[in-house]
């Protein structure tokens, strides 16, 4: 067991909420309306100068704007970084070829603003886990006579006591939907197990199975989507029965939604990492979905928008490989991220790169070695190999046939569990 600091963020609800409420409201209000400023701002550089402004730039421009004192300047300062990371979420899409991806919007609706999530950096709060408070600075604006903070008191998780964390960096407002939550970042001392082994297992990540694992030794496994589609139509259809989308109960609709979808990608990041350990994998290579354009022949981009009845964006498989990453590094097990280039295209058996895209029926078959493979395990053999080149490229032993024959795990609602269903033979 060795140890290690790492990042938690930990989440606590607030005991006093009517009292801080109002309070928070029009904290969360500013962050909105100090986020609009700057992008105002942001379209008028544009439009002068051809340039966007960076973070540093926003903050020289709007440090002296009055908004800007409506929220403790660090908070403040965090607003008009999120901006800046926003627009270069947006370059990078637009750069790896994403005609769709729009720019960061106006935190508006009609007259209305949202409530922002408000973060306090060390000098914005100050924290007492004896008595479990926190106290949130307000920016000289909204300070009044009596008071220039917000007392609130939390309540973490059993489980959680922050006492113990090496140091909070961070504390977080969070609005969500229904009343204010606390989120203290914290670096926190964990251990860390030896690692499982020295094998390898690929994984790609995609719309019709969610996963395709190859592991090193030949087998493979399958996690098709079908649950999360149900769910999703399921939702879909409630969703669009409410009178208005922007009404309480289409929003609680939507965050049931998303709670089942993280539940999901939770139980699924975890069974992979169990079934790793049982592997003996020290090494899970993941396609990084982040910056891709699968055919750069033809000018076409994958498509991540709606896909039938799921509505999966490329930001769902980064938080999904954030989690796995996650739970790889309890487990000694280290995730790398790997360009998906070609790896749809090409045969892992021999490398031959095909023109055509995937085969019917979600088949892969190669015209050069006779390879006939699952076109997903296809893909995640290919990435696997980015990291350790296989054996089976030089006409190694394995039986052809292997690939197309993965085994297939289903999520059963039931238990919550992931099971693999028996393989159906032709
Ligand atoms: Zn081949």
């Given at each position: 067991m060795a140890k290690q600091v790492v990042s938690r963020t930990y989440t606590a609800s607030i005991r006093n909420q009517q009292q801080v409420q109002d309070d928070l409201d029009a904290l969360g209000f500013s962050a909105s309306k100090l986020w609009n400023v700057g992008r105002w701002v942001c379209d008028r550089v544009w439009s002068e100068i051809g340039h966007i402004p960076g973070h540093n730039e926003l903050t020289s421009y709007l440090k002296s704007h009055e908004r800007y004192d409506d929220l403790h300047s660090q908070s403040s300062q965090r607003v008009l970084q999120e901006l800046a990371e926003a627009f270069n979420g947006w370059y990078g899409k637009r750069h790896n070829?994403?005609?769709?991806?729009?720019?960061?919007?106006?935190?508006?609706?009609?007259?209305?603003?949202?409530?922002?999530?408000?973060?306090?950096?060390?000098?914005?709060?100050?924290?007492?886990?004896?008595?479990?408070?926190?106290?949130?600075?307000k920016g000289s604006n909204l300070k009044e006579y009596w008071s220039d903070f917000i007392l609130c008191e939390y309540q973490t998780r059993p489980d959680v006591d922050l006492s113990t964390v090496e140091s909070v960096q961070q504390v977080r407002a969070v609005w969500t939907g229904d009343e204010w939550e606390i989120h203290f970042v914290c670096k926190v001392e964990i251990e860390i197990s030896e690692s499982p082994g020295e094998k390898t297992v690929g994984v790609d990540l995609g719309i019709n199975n969610f996963a395709a694992l190859a592991y090193e030794d030949g087998h493979s496994e399958l996690y098709p989507l079908n649950c999360l589609k149900q769910d999703d139509y399921y939702f879909s259809k409630r969703i669009a029965h409410c009178d208005d989308s922007d009404s309480d109960q289409a929003t609680r609709l939507n965050q049931k939604k998303s709670a089942r979808r993280t539940h999901y990608f939770h139980t699924l990041s975890k069974h992979i990492v169990q079934?790793?350990?049982?592997?003996?994998?020290?090494?899970?290579?993941?396609?990084?979905?982040?910056?891709?354009?699968?055919?750069?022949?033809?000018?076409?981009?994958?498509?991540?928008?709606?896909?039938?009845?799921?509505?999966?964006?490329?930001?769902?498989?980064?938080?999904?490989?954030?989690?796995?990453?996650?739970?790889?590094?309890?487990?000694?097990?280290?995730?790398?991220?790997?360009?998906?280039?070609?790896?749809?295209?090409?045969?892992?058996?021999?490398?031959?790169?095909?023109?055509?895209?995937?085969?019917?029926?979600?088949?892969?078959?190669?015209?050069?070695?006779?390879?006939?493979?699952?076109?997903?395990?296809?893909?995640?053999?290919?990435?696997?190999?980015?990291?350790?080149?296989?054996?089976?490229?030089?006409?190694?032993?394995?039986?052809?046939?292997?690939?197309?024959?993965?085994?297939?795990?289903?999520?059963?609602?039931?238990?919550?569990?992931?099971?693999?269903?028996?393989?159906?033979?032709?």
């Open positions: 070829g994403d005609t769709k991806a729009n720019p960061p919007k106006y935190r508006k609706h009609g007259d209305d603003h949202p409530r922002s999530t408000v973060t306090f950096k060390a000098a914005g709060f100050e924290l007492d886990t004896k008595y479990e408070r926190v106290r949130l600075s079934r790793c350990v049982a592997e003996g994998v020290g090494t899970i290579v993941v396609g990084d979905l982040s910056g891709i354009r699968e055919d750069e022949e033809n000018g076409e981009s994958k498509n991540w928008g709606k896909h039938g009845n799921l509505d999966l964006h490329s930001w769902a498989f980064d938080r999904f490989t954030s989690m796995l990453e996650y739970k790889a590094d309890m487990e000694g097990i280290t995730v790398e991220r790997v360009s998906e280039r070609d790896t749809s295209k090409s045969c892992s058996c021999c490398g031959r790169k095909r023109k055509a895209n995937r085969v019917e029926r979600g088949l892969y078959v190669c015209d050069e070695c006779g390879t006939v493979a699952n076109a997903d395990v296809n893909g995640a053999e290919n990435i696997r190999q980015k990291v350790s080149p296989s054996p089976a490229t030089d006409g190694g032993d394995r039986s052809n046939g292997w690939l197309a024959q993965p085994s297939t795990y289903l999520f059963d609602s039931e238990s919550g569990c992931f099971a693999p269903r028996e393989q159906a033979t032709s």
